[in-house]
Nanobody, 124 residues
C-alpha cells in the first residue's frame, strides 16, 4: 500500500500561483507514474496532469495547458504541481494518484493509489 499526502492548497486570488506537493515515504515511488486530478462540488473528478516515472513524459488537460506544470523529484519522493494564473474555475479538491506501470495516463482507472486531496479555492 502506497500512502500519498498532498500539501499546498489554500485560498488565493485570481491570477495568483500555488504549488502543490504530493509526498510519500514509499521507496518504490520513483517507479510509478503520478497524476493530478481535481473535483469541484457537484462535478465529476477530472484529469489535470500526469508525469511518467522518469519525468520524461507529461500530459495536461487542455484547460490547464500553459498555466500548470508537473514535475517530480524522485530523490525526495515528491511530485509537484505548479499552478500559475489561477482562475476561479480551478477551484476544486486536488488529488494526486500513483500508477504502478510507470506510464503517464489521463485515465483514472489506471491509478491504484490515491491521496486524500488538498483544497484549492480561487477567489475572483
Amino acid at each position: 500500500q502506497v500512502r500519498l499526502v498532498e500539501y499546498g492548497g489554500g485560498l488565493v486570488q485570481a491570477g495568483d500561483s500555488l504549488r502543490l506537493s504530493c509526498v510519500t515515504s514509499d521507496r518504490t515511488f520513483s517507479k510509478y507514474a503520478v497524476g493530478w486530478f481535481r473535483q469541484a462540488p457537484g462535478k465529476e473528478r477530472e484529469f489535470v496532469t500526469a508525469v511518467s516515472w522518469n519525468g520524461g513524459t507529461t500530459y495536461y488537460a487542455d484547460s490547464v495547458k500553459g498555466r500548470f506544470t508537473i514535475s517530480r523529484a524522485n530523490a525526495g519522493n515528491t511530485v509537484y504541481l505548479q499552478m500559475n494564473s489561477l482562475k476561479p474555475e480551478d477551484s476544486a479538491l486536488y488529488y494526486c494518484a500513483a500508477e504502478r506501470r510507470g506510464s503517464a495516463s489521463s485515465a483514472m482507472r489506471e491509478y491504484l493509489y490515491w491521496g486524500q486531496g488538498t483544497q484549492v479555492t480561487v477567489a475572483s
